[in-house]
């Protein structure tokens, strides 16, 4: 599958860019990332016009960057103010600017033509809400972004691949319910389960003792943003009549899916809650057993690009149940690709 061009990607959690240059490579894309002075983010190609050089490999003067190989200086639009050895600037002596977001803490880049909208872009507005507290990371898959997609569309694997952290066997005993929002392109796919085990990973994080009502309920905005509300509460504990949600604890678990070629993908994650706000243990905790879990996906992942490499032409998989809103998501993917 070639990639959904004309899409918003995160290409970096807000606190990456800096005054530094950053390079990260989006659907195929080399960019490098900084900061102005006036604290306005920026996005380049990474490649000077002149022989290929990389500006993320470069140094600032000001806000602008001098290529370290021979010079040429670029300003924040991309276009060349300065080459060496003459007056006159080249008239094509520009690289590509791409257009950028910043919203939720994360960094979005416009990697298709013209100018996106950027009220399309879907919130997670948790993440730096004052009543939330967010741990986060960022791992990298030798693996296409669609088996990410798989993965986190279909949460039946937690049981298999995740035991003895978020992973209990009622996960992949309760059905699922699927709602596709064609016109909006969202997906929505729902577990809710009963009077069932409480993992390590909210026992230890939340403090609640044995069984537990626990929700998981998936919004996915593809291309990239994945968001999973998270539900956990001593089993019999309902939401009051307004919503309101005193006894329970919530989890946002935000993933942010970026291609970076056509085989690898940028996989940030992040988990904001809304409990043991002070407690940096929790904080700890958290952010060292989702990565794990982030790993463990990693290494599964990354073995089925190796495995998707060798297999015939032509081959069939065989889908279930729990693939409804995966396969959802390839029929969306395959209809922004295209555009």
Known sequence: MVFARNQWYVAAYSQEVGDGLLARTVCGEPLVLYRTRAGEAVALTDRCVHRRFPLSESNRDGDDIVCGYHGFTYAPDGVCVAVPGQTRV???ARVPAFQIVEQDSLVWVWIGEGE????????????????YVTVRGMEHL???YELLVDNLLDLSHETYLHAGYIGTPEVAQTPITTEVDEDAGVIYVSRRMKDVECPSFYRESTGIE???????????HPP???LLHSRIAPTGIEPGPDGDDPRACHAEIVYAITPETETTTHDFWMVARDFALDDEGVSEFLAESNRTVVLQDVEALNTLEKVIATEPEGYQELSINIDTGG?????ILQRQTAR
Not at 210 to 220: A, K, N, P, T, V
Not at 327 to 331: E, T
């Open 90 to 92: 080249p008239r094509t």
């Open 210 to 220: 044995g069984r537990i009502d626990r929700w998981q309920d998936i919004e996915y």
């Open 142 to 144: 030798d693996a296409r």
């Open 116 to 131: 996106g909208d950027a009220k399309a872009i879907p919130r997670a507005p948790w993440l730096d809400s004052p009543g």
């Open 224 to 226: 990239c943003l994945y």
């Open 327 to 331: 396969l959802a998501a390839r029929r």
